[in-house]
């Protein structure tokens, strides 16, 4: 399979760098149908700093001011990848000033001298898709000043990459690049005059990968929060699109952008950002708020689970649960061990986090990042809930694949007296250890107080036997496991009441109080926040429960709880740190 895998890149590159070589032959394309509108937004901050030379692209900064981007020698694919997507080209415009516009113009206009021929790692549907959108949005501004005979190099290098997405979009890998190439598609085809016939079958297309993508409880293959936005938003760019030359969209098209909705409403925290789940992050600033208000639905969260998450909210709070198996096969390329794992958000402030996608920051802290343990859940005896197998590839990039997920996770949600409860469990240690993970949570209705139980069962004979072979190797100590509530960098978090509470304190002035009950040792550990756009993981804490599985039935219960003198309602001024280089 891996060979044959293989061979099957290997065809794909070259028919790439064929098509490529080829598109270099068409008829350019000689102006704009219309005046194209800028609709990515990128990070004034993050655009001073490429100005100034400070590169920062997947995890790796290079201090080059002056530079040519093209100049520098790339420390990894990833790498590789970012800077010929061409989506730093959102910061810059975002600045928008001479000295931005001079550095980005250059930069350009130098991928063309050097790579429009077709030559180049950046000839790929998807990163052709990326890279053509960001030229398409901001062509004013790095049009601006040109001369005519840079003007003439840009549509005929923006008209031969169409051409070549044309001939090889559906090459591209399901899911988030296959959306790149079709929208980058239809954007150029409809913006770019004689390249009209292009976009035609391109639209077909998209309604189509619509109806294998989203599931009619809009969800997609991956269950990554931030790649469901990152659809969404290319969605809303297509449709746009075809609105502004009064073409309407596929059905399907449509339809997937209004299934999406909800399920992104349902995964967005209190303070407007995205759960952190397989391989997502919070959201690019203000990408969330502007897809929810551009799609134009007026639409709930979902009332039930969405893409597999659990929702519970009340008052300020909002906790959200990955409460269903992690996606297996291609899907899984990015996915983690996160099952069960909870994200708790109070106002403005997260409080309890996953540790997150550790990819920018090298191959150790991206596996570890995947494992159970860096996620707020149970982990038993040192084993993540979802085990790696074999590995694939995406573009330059290979990853391990999960294959051996939990195969059943029954969940339930319901109304208590005073608040609400979810309760759910996974079979991801049967196998290893004949021991089944069940928790149950409950928020109040005031959104000030959560009661959380985790429990450890064996549920047949044959789960027994499979777990007093365990106790046995453990020389009748019991099967050691970790309950994990990993904090966000900025909460305040120590030891209170002689070590069986742990105090943490928000930024907003709120005061949380952790609390448990069961045959456990309480300490507060070293953790990380693994975050995209900074240098280094963040420093943090968490908050562990140790204890051993001795018997068929093991229980540990626990609550977090806001302090009896914290207000109702906290007045929450105090600003974010803006800063991206640290």
């Not at 077909?204 to 294998?212: H, I, T």
């Not at 990042?369 to 290979?398: N, Q």
Request: aromatic residues 8%; hydrophobic residues 40%.
């Amino acid at each position: 399979m891996f060979r044959l895998d293989a061979v099957t890149r290997a065809q794909t590159r070259i028919l790439n760098r064929v098509h490529a070589r080829l598109s270099t032959r068409v008829k350019p394309a000689t102006a704009f149908v219309g005046t194209p509108e800028p609709r990515t937004v990128g990070q004034y901050a993050r655009g001073r700093q490429l100005t100034a030379g400070n590169l920062l692209f997947a995890g790796h900064l290079v201090e080059a001011p002056g530079a040519i981007l093209w100049d520098i020698t790339p420390p990894d694919d990833a790498f590789l990848e970012e800077i010929h997507g061409f989506v730093w080209l959102d910061d810059m415009a975002s600045v928008g000033d001479p000295a931005a516009r001079k550095v980005a113009q250059s930069w350009l206009f130098e991928w063309i001298d050097r790579y429009g021929n077709g030559s180049g790692p950046g000839w790929t549907p998807e990163l052709a898709g990326r890279r053509v959108m960001r030229w398409l949005h901001h062509a004013i501004f790095v049009l601006g000043g040109c001369t005519p005979e840079q003007s003439r190099a840009f549509f005929r290098s923006i008209a031969q990459q169409t051409i070549f997405l044309n001939r090889r979009w559906n090459s591209s890998p399901p899911g988030l690049p296959r959306f790149e190439a079709l929208t980058g598609l239809i954007s150029a085809g409809l913006s770019l005059q004689g390249m009209e016939s292009q976009a035609d079958p391109a639209v077909k297309a998209l309604g189509q990968e619509c109806v294998r993508q989203i599931s009619d409880a809009g969800g997609i293959p991956t269950r990554n929060p931030e790649e469901l936005l990152e659809v969404c938003t290319l969605l809303i760019w297509a449709r746009d699109a075809l609105h502004d030359v009064e073409r309407a969209p596929d059905r399907a098209h449509v339809q997937a952008i209004s299934k999406i909705i909800p399920t992104l409403r349902a995964l967005r925290h209190a303070d407007g950002g995205l759960a952190r789940f397989h391989g997502g992050g919070r959201g690019a600033e203000g990408r969330l708020d502007l897809a929810l208000a551009a799609a134009g639905i007026k639409a709930h969260a979902a009332q039930d689970l969405a893409m597999g998450y659990a929702r519970l909210s009340a008052g300020r709070t909002t906790m959200i649960i990955d409460a269903a198996a992690p996606p297996n096969g291609p899907a899984s390329f990015n996915a983690h061990a996160s099952t069960l794992a909870f994200e708790l958000t109070s106002g403005r402030r997260p409080l309890i986090v996953n540790c997150g996608s550790g990819a920018t920051f090298g191959e150790d802290w991206r596996r570890a990042g995947r494992a159970t343990p860096s996620h707020s859940t149970l982990c038993l005896d040192g084993y993540s809930s979802s085990r790696l197998g074999a590995t694939s590839r995406r573009g330059p990039i290979e990853r391990e694949l999960l294959d051996d997920v939990p195969k059943g996770v029954p969940v339930e949600m319901s109304r208590v007296t005073d608040g609400v409860r979810f309760e759910g469990g996974h079979d991801g240690y049967i196998r290893t250890h004949g021991l089944t993970h069940a928790r149950i949570l409950e928020l109040t209705f005031d959104g000030r107080g959560i009661v959380g139980e985790d429990l450890l069962v064996a549920l047949d004979n044959a789960n027994e036997a499979r777990f007093d072979q365990k106790i046995e190797q453990s020389r009748l100590s019991g099967v050691p496991f970790d309950i994990r509530f990993h904090l966000h960098p900025e909460v305040d978090a120590a030891i209170d009441m002689n070590g069986a509470a742990v105090s943490m304190a928000l930024r907003s002035g709120e005061i949380w109080v952790f609390r448990f009950d069961g045959f456990c040792e309480l300490a507060l550990e070293p953790s990380v926040y693994l975050e995209k756009g900074r240098l280094r993981p963040r420093a943090t804490k968490q908050i562990v429960l140790t204890g051993r599985a001795m018997e068929y039935a093991t229980r540990v219960r626990w609550s977090l709880a806001k302090a009896q003198d914290t207000a109702i309602a906290v007045r929450d001024l105090v600003q974010d740190d803006a800063t991206l280089l640290n």
